[in-house]
């Protein structure tokens, strides 16, 4: 693997890059996502209210960690920063009942929005700088895929 440049000994590095997952040599967005499982599947565990606070709170930490880590680094919006995948992937499946098949569809929704940034989702990368760009688009991406999902559930409930 080439070089890169975090250093992984500090903590808000490691954090950034999805413990490790955003150095991916092939498709780090897409392997940064698949990080946030973990996340996803704890945060199904819990009142869909304590998981939307702890998303916005995440969503906020995310704003501050992507710009000092963009800043340590030199580069905004690094492409092995997935911090804002996880995040993004985390509110597309907030107050989702998880099983395989929301995991999946909700993982290609998620992506596809944050590949191919249709309307406010481009805007808001396009327009937003630091870390709140950093995450922004990836926010607001989580959050159109989250009402898709919901909207795909009521279709089929």
Request: aromatic fraction near 12%.
């Amino acid at each position: 693997m080439a070089a890169h440049p975090f250093d992984l000994t500090k903590w808000q590095h490691w954090l950034a890059v999805g413990f490790g997952s955003g150095l991916s040599p092939k498709a780090p967005g897409t392997v940064g996502t698949l990080a946030a499982v973990p996340l996803v599947y704890g945060l199904s565990f819990l009142p869909a209210s304590v998981a939307l606070l702890l998303l916005l709170l995440g969503s906020w930490f995310g704003c501050w960690l992507c710009d000092r880590v963009s800043r340590d680094i030199g580069a905004e919006d690094h492409g092995a920063i997935v911090f804002d995948e996880i995040i993004g992937f985390a509110l597309t499946m907030w107050a989702v009942p998880l099983s395989w098949w929301t995991l999946l569809l909700g993982f290609g929704l998620f992506r596809f929005l944050d590949i191919a940034k249709p309307g406010p989702i481009g805007w808001c990368d396009r327009n937003i700088g630091g870390g709140t760009g950093v995450m922004a688009d990836d926010i607001v991406a989580g959050i159109l895929a989250c009402g898709l999902m919901h909207g795909v559930l009521l279709a089929f409930a």
